[in-house]
């Protein structure tokens, strides 16, 4: 159940911001809250992988290019030893983190995943940040077992964090038309606030553009914001649209740039209690990434070495680490690299300072 007053004085003054303001205006109230929160002009970034372990899933999801039906013959389960080879590769370029995200696999048994992580602790060590929400429900109900047991055994075993994938629009009435089969908004929210309470830090996305209102948008920045005033474990906040194209969803339009702005500005404004923003330059393009750093953004995400579920919808960008760096000195700002944490690598402060 929505914990949200659609019809209270904060919700509108959300909602008038975000439809009526002039852009710039909004804008310039988004790097203002950026400029308290972060005053120096740095930019931070962090070097990672994403590893899609498998590629079958049965959530059947509406926006999704990505996934395979079990028996397909596309459907693909890595091998431990594929993981932890790309791994490898990512740390020869500098990676200090994996994104390790799947479909929902019926057929991979719980231990898989506890002897993969330890796998990986032990002869690949790196951070691991894994499994959405979506993944953590979808394993809850599979093995039988809470959304707590669930998340304390992927823990003791090596898992370091968890992504906010899988957020889409956090309203049920729009969860069920475009992803009925995973978890509903209080049960993503739930796996949040469980991994929050036990010692994790989080982050927490937003996919829009699924034909929802702008009412349901400001919603599900104040659940967020709700989650974050009582545990404070979010760590940054994303943003991005639908990528329509490959799915079931391809005749719905890809929303524009300014859309994209106003929403990470008005999330900006309305999320204050999240210290990061990233840019989603990876669908916007560095043009429209750049801009968004005067739009709230201080953070360009990630330079993922591979980055199959959002790639798989045909609208994706990429650059070096080098465009990365230039595109963020372009907008006259400081690239630094970081942790998941968002604490920044020690060799690049000693390098600015
Ligand atoms: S978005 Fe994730 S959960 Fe949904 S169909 Fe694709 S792989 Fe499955």
């Known amino acids: 159940m929505s914990t949200v007053d659609r019809t209270s004085a904060a919700f509108r003054e959300a909602l008038d911001l975000y439809q009526n303001t002039p852009l710039l205006e909004l804008g310039a109230r988004a790097d203002a809250v950026r400029h308290r929160l972060h005053p120096e002009p740095i930019v931070s970034y962090i070097v ?14 509406a926006f999704c290019a990505f996934y395979r039906r079990p028996k397909d013959n596309e459907g693909y389960v890595l091998s431990f030893e594929e993981i932890g080879a790309k791994i490898d590769e990512c740390k020869e370029i500098g990676g200090v983190q ?23 602790k032990t002869h690949h060590p790196i951070h691991i940040h894994g499994f959405s929400p979506s993944e953590v429900v ?5 093995y039988r077992m809470s959304v707590e047991e669930v998340v304390r055994q992927l823990r003791e075993a090596g898992l370091d964090s968890i992504p906010g994938g899988g957020g889409e629009i956090l309203v049920d009435a729009i969860r069920e038309r475009v992803a009925k089969k995973k978890a509903q908004t209080d049960e993503w929210l739930g796996v949040q606030e469980e991994a929050h309470r036990q010692g994790m830090k989080t982050s927490v996305t937003m996919m829009y553009g699924l034909g929802e209102s702008d009412e349901d948008r400001i919603e599900h920045m104040f659940r967020i914001r709700e989650v974050q005033e009582r545990t404070g474990g979010f760590t940054a906040f994303i943003c991005w649209p639908l990528q329509p194209e490959g799915t079931a ?12 702005l106003r929403t990470l500005a008005t999330a900006r404004i309305v999320i204050d209690n999240i210290p990061n923003m990233q840019s989603s330059w990876v669908t916007m393009g560095l043009k429209v990434g750049q801009v968004a750093l005067r739009f709230g953004a201080n953070d360009f995400g990630s330079l993922m070495m591979e980055e199959n579920v959002v790639s798989a919808a045909g609208t994706t960008h990429r650059a070096t680490i080098a465009e990365m760096e230039r595109a963020i000195r372009d907008a006259g700002m400081v690239p630094m690299r970081r942790r998941q944490d968002y604490s920044l690598l020690e060799s690049d402060v000693a390098a600015v300072a």
């Open 48 to 61: 990672d992988r994403n590893i899609n372990y498998t590629n079958v899933c049965v959530a059947d999801c």
């Open 138 to 142: 979808f394993f809850s109900e599979r």
């Open 98 to 120: 994996i994104l390790l995200q799947g479909g929902h696999n019926p057929y991979i048994p719980f231990d898989w995943y506890l002897e993969l992580m330890r796998y990986i």
């Open 249 to 260: 969803m391809s005749e719905y339009v890809k929303t524009d740039a300014v859309t994209y």
